[in-house]
Structures are given as C-alpha cells and as structure tokens.
C-alpha cells in the first residue's frame, strides 16, 4: 500500500511469522485492500480495527481428496473485540483471488472451497 492510511492494525501471534511461501507485508496489504473494497457494500465491515493471524498459516487436506492450499486465517474484528468475520489470504491465487472472507456474501455468495484443488498425495489412494 501506498502512503494511504491503514485502517487495520495487524497482529501475528507467536510462531505464526517467517512461514515459507507467505509475504506478510503483501498479505496485510491484500487482506486490507479486499476488506475496503468490500465495506461499501457491507457497512459492518467498516468496524473492522484488527486483524489476528493466530494460527501459523498452513495447507490442510481435506476428507474428499482435495487440499485447502497454504493461506493464513486473519480474524477481523472491531475496537470492541467483536468478530466481523475472518480472511484466508491464497499467496497463490485461488480462484482468481487472493483473499477470500469466511461469509460468502462477502465472496458474491462464493466459497473459497469450491476452487481447492485435488490432493496429489491422495490421487491414486482408494477411497
């Protein structure tokens, strides 16, 4: 991001920094890009104060053979503690997008796994 103001303030938590693959400056910049373009549309996401990766960001097989890719989960939230929602930033795109929010309305009525790819550890394995 430019010189414009940002309006999250960013926290990792312990061991959730320096994981191969994922920039943190351009996914705090994608997460917030995405979260202004969607408040707008969506005044509640105009709270949003705080964005909190907790978990070290990760890939996760999934029981249908498919694979959520490496993201990292922000947790938005307002002044006030409140959840808003969370982000999944993709470091490599996932369905033309980088961030994709937990609440379809705010993916036009999408989900992020409706573009997982298939597993290549479990091509091949009986299922």
């Known amino acids: ?6 309006i999250l303030n960013f926290f990792w938590g ?6 191969a ?10 997460v917030e890009a995405a979260l202004k373009n969607k408040a707008a549309s969506f005044p509640e996401l105009a709270n949003a104060s705080k964005a909190s990766v907790e978990s070290r960001p990760h890939s996760t097989p999934k029981a249908d053979g498919r694979r959520d890719p ?3 989960n922000f947790r938005i939230s307002s002044d006030d503690g409140k959840p808003l929602t ?9 369905g033309g997008e980088q961030v994709w929010f937990s ?4 993916n036009g009525g999408k989900q992020a796994n409706e573009y997982f790819p298939q597993d290549k550890e479990s091509k091949g394995r009986a299922k």
């Open 21 to 30: 693959g994922v920039n943190e400056t351009a996914a705090q910049s994608a």
């Open 86 to 94: 969370s982000a999944h930033y993709y470091p490599n795109p996932l």
């Open 1 to 6: 991001m430019s010189s414009a103001k940002r």
């Open 103 to 106: 609440k379809p309305k705010y």
């Open 70 to 72: 490496l993201h990292a």
């Open 14 to 19: 312990a061991g959730t920094r320096g994981v």
